[in-house]
């Protein structure tokens, strides 16, 4: 159990210090950012002056298939937590499914609540479940 509470925490490590990367588009929500870094297949927001890793929110994809992916994880620094960072995240990747007329898998219990909470459900038609 320790070695893949090792694992994980390595891979939110490398997750946060990756976060400076060049982006492809970004949109504004509320008094966050929201960065898509369609290379790295993630969605980013960074507080303040975007200076310290520490402060770099991310919900990470992959894709699946041609017109698939997989909505793997969200991870908000505590720093962060408590001011709705993630349903922001989870907004920008549904959009992007919405968008780009994409099919999802969840694997990330946020994301999975998110979906389940809005009360339009408008996202309901591009997961699969």
């Not at 969605?43 to 002056?49: E, K, L, N």
């Not at 920008?92 to 694997?107: G, R, Y």
Request: proline letters at 2%; a positive charge.
């Amino acid at each position: 159990m320790a070695s893949k509470l090792t694992s994980r925490l390595f891979e939110l490590t490398r997750l946060v210090s990756s976060c400076q990367t060049s982006t492809s588009a970004s949109s504004c929500s509320g008094r966050f950012t929201v960065k898509h870094d369609r290379q790295n297949h993630r969605f980013t927001i960074t507080a303040g002056s975007g200076e310290g890793a520490d402060d770099c929110a991310v919900l990470k994809y992959k894709f699946t298939g041609q017109k698939e992916v997989d909505l793997m994880s969200t991870f908000v620094p505590e720093t962060f937590r408590g001011q709705g960072i993630a349903a922001v995240l989870s907004k920008a990747a549904m959009d992007f499914l919405v968008e780009e007329n994409l099919k999802a898998h969840v694997s990330c219990w946020y994301i999975k609540k998110y979906i389940d909470e809005q009360p339009q459900q408008q996202y309901k038609d591009y997961i699969i479940p």
